[in-house]
């Protein structure tokens, strides 16, 4: 998978799944380390998901 198009499917999934933490409103800076945190981890995810996907293609594609 062409790594632009990684990189744009995590960040908007990433923006997506991080929408509720905006509402919570403890305090600015706990607020924004938080979401920094989640969005980081959630990247990560979404980046090891894809890797694994394009892995099976790719096996499957040598099979042929």
């Known amino acids: ?3 632009i198009v990684k990189k744009i499917i995590s960040v908007v999934s ?3 799944a ?4 905006f509402f919570v ?3 600015p ?3 924004s380390l938080i979401l920094m945190v989640f969005f980081i981890a959630y ?4 980046d ?3 890797e694994k996907i394009e892995q099976k293609i790719s096996k499957e594609e040598l099979r042929k």
């Open 14 to 16: 990433g923006y997506f």
């Open 18 to 21: 991080s929408l509720p933490f």
């Open 25 to 27: 409103n403890i305090n």
């Open 43 to 46: 990247y990560a995810l979404i």
């Open 48 to 50: 090891y998901i894809l």
């Open 1 to 3: 998978m062409n790594l």
């Open 29 to 31: 800076i706990v607020d």
